[in-house]
């Protein structure tokens, strides 16, 4: 350990080590704030930034009045941004891969139709891919994209870039509509996750626009028990709480 690393970075990597290495499993309750401060010679606040900061990383979990727990760290997603699957994985310290089943010109049916905002029968770019972590597939993006706003996105090498990191670079994203549902998933669906059918999973219909353009409807399937998805509001005022929105 270098001596120029912060004292709670010391004892982040010394809380890390050992929920890697399994001494400390998923809910096993890390030593209380007061003693990592005596053990490390640092002060309660020094602790505290260390054990906040691997709650807010999604190693640890408080508990009123019981305190910190190591927790299972499922892959996540926010609810209220769009982020590259590939930078959250790798985020996380694990190994991003994909597969790619499906890259090909459609005719958009009734529902594309309608989701991407063109014409009945209109020629739009459809890809389906399986995203991996570590090797285990946590998300199926079934996506369907208009082709007028990415006429390049069929050509690309989905293992060198997402279908996010194309679209975004194409046409930065101004606006998102996420639509989060419960659901059991068919036998081929279940098939391309690795899961037992029954599982439960959770499916998150997005569409995003560029300015006034809609680019992308994109349906993504994750297995309930490998994945989570994040909301977090800030800065909201006791009125704009009650408002019911």
Not at 118 to 123: F, S
Not at 147 to 165: K, V
Not at 198 to 222: E, G, K, N
Request: glycine share 6%; aromatic share 6%; charged share 30%.
């Amino acid at each position: 350990m270098s001596e120029t690393t912060p004292r709670y970075r010391q004892i982040e990597d010394y809380l890390l080590e050992r929920i890697r290495s399994g001494e400390f499993p998923v809910n096993h309750q890390i030593p209380p704030e007061e003693q990592l401060a005596r053990d490390f010679g640092v002060s309660r606040m020094t602790a505290n930034k260390a054990i906040r900061d691997l709650v807010q990383k999604g190693y640890l979990v408080r508990q009123a009045g019981l305190g910190t727990f190591v927790t299972d760290r499922k892959a996540e997603s926010s609810l209220l941004e769009v982020y590259n699957i590939a930078a959250e994985v790798r985020g996380r310290g694990h190994a991003y891969s994909n597969d790619v089943i499906r890259r090909e010109e459609v005719q958009a049916d009734d529902e594309v139709a309608l989701r991407l905002g063109v014409r009945l029968g209109a020629r739009v770019f459809h890809t389906v891919l399986v995203h991996r972590e570590d090797g285990v597939p946590i998300q199926l993006e079934d996506r369907f994209v208009n082709p007028r706003w990415a006429p390049e996105y069929l050509h690309t090498d989905f293992s060198l870039r997402t279908p996010n990191e194309v679209l975004v670079a194409s046409c930065p994203i101004s606006d998102v509509e996420h639509v989060v549902e419960a659901l059991r998933v068919d036998a081929a669906t279940a098939g391309l996750l690795d899961i037992d059918p029954a599982t439960p999973c959770l499916s998150m219909t997005r569409r995003t626009w560029s300015d006034d353009h809609l680019i992308s409807y994109a349906r993504l399937i994750h297995p309930g028990d490998r994945y989570k998805l994040r909301s977090s509001l800030r800065g909201l005022s006791a009125p704009a709480l009650g408002r019911g929105r």
